[in-house]
């Protein structure tokens, strides 16, 4: 009979434990969405704009270049990486490419 009193007690002060140990812990709060940021906002809507700008050859070629020297987004990009370890492997590749072009550039400024 002691066995089972202790066992019955024991799971009582586990019960009331539980239960004021959590009340004790703070509740958190559900965090509204930050303020959003009306530069982001503006620079978004610009980019947008200039997206969709019709392109004037004649204003490159009074600035000195040529059309072919605009630079357009590539559909055929990879997809976002998988995973965080993805990611790191193609910025570090990324970076090292960077690199050894600027390394390429100045060996030719240097010749």
């Known amino acids: 009979m002691n066995q089972k009193a202790a066992l019955v007690l024991g799971a009582l002060a586990g019960g009331v ?13 559900a965090r509204s969405a930050p303020p959003a940021d009306l530069r982001a906002d503006e ?4 980019l947008d704009e200039a997206r969709q700008a019709d392109v004037d050859e ?20 990879e997809p976002p990486p998988a995973n965080e370890f993805e990611a790191m492997r193609r910025r570090v590749h990324e970076e090292g490419r960077a690199a050894a072009e600027e390394m390429r550039r100045r060996a030719e400024t240097d010749s």
């Open 17 to 29: 434990a539980a239960v004021l140990l959590g009340r004790r812990r703070p509740r958190v709060l």
């Open 43 to 46: 620079l978004r809507r610009k």
């Open 58 to 77: 004649s204003e490159f070629t009074v600035a000195g270049m040529g059309a072919e020297t605009i630079i357009a987004e590539e559909p055929g990009r």
